[in-house]
């Protein structure tokens, strides 16, 4: 049997970087169609960004509905809200007065597990892959700011290997 040409051409190693070449241009096409998102009838479609964060926000409501929440005897979720691309979560510490004591305590020993917490936390781990950025903000019992935690993709990738490190 009689190979074709084109076949033989592609066993020599110029077609074969030719053929690598190819398949990466159309690869490259391929993905370049693709970063418009719209559909042949025209309805665009949803980038894996913005069809979390959508569903984020058509759950939000409900749960801005059952707050205030007590999530345990020291803290109060007040209001959970998403502004220019982050979700910032209001939180009022009730039986904490502020004062520079108590900031100092809660920096090194209550930010360390809230870090850890929204770092192993599969749903905002979400948010943060498509670089969402989460910010919980503690006031003390009279509505003073305590500490702003913001937190990005970034910031949980250097925890999770500060963790490895240990």
């Known amino acids: 049997m009689t190979e074709l040409p084109i076949i033989k051409s592609m066993i020599n190693i110029k077609s ?3 053929f690598i070449v190819f398949v990466l241009v159309v690869l ?3 993905f370049i169609k693709n970063i418009f998102h719209f559909r042949q009838d025209g309805v665009k479609e949803l980038s894996v960004r913005e069809y979390v ?3 984020f926000l058509s759950e939000l409501p409900s749960i801005n509905k059952q707050l205030p929440h007590r999530l345990d005897d020291e803290t109060l979720l007040n209001s959970i809200g998403y502004y ?3 979700v910032v979560s209001d939180y009022r510490l009730v039986r904490i007065k502020s004062g520079d004591d108590f900031k100092s305590v809660f920096d090194k020993k209550i930010v360390p597990a809230i870090v850890a917490q929204t770092c192993n936390d599969e749903f905002k781990k979400r948010l943060l892959d498509v670089d969402v950025e ?3 903000r503690y006031t003390d019992s009279a509505g003073i700011e305590i500490s702003r935690i913001t937190m990005t993709r970034e ?3 250097e925890f999770q290997e500060s963790q490895v490190a240990r």
């Open 16 to 18: 074969k970087n030719f």
């Open 28 to 30: 490259i096409g391929f």
């Open 53 to 55: 964060v959508q569903s």
């Open 84 to 86: 220019d691309g982050r």
């Open 134 to 136: 989460l910010v919980s």
């Open 155 to 157: 910031s949980c990738a």
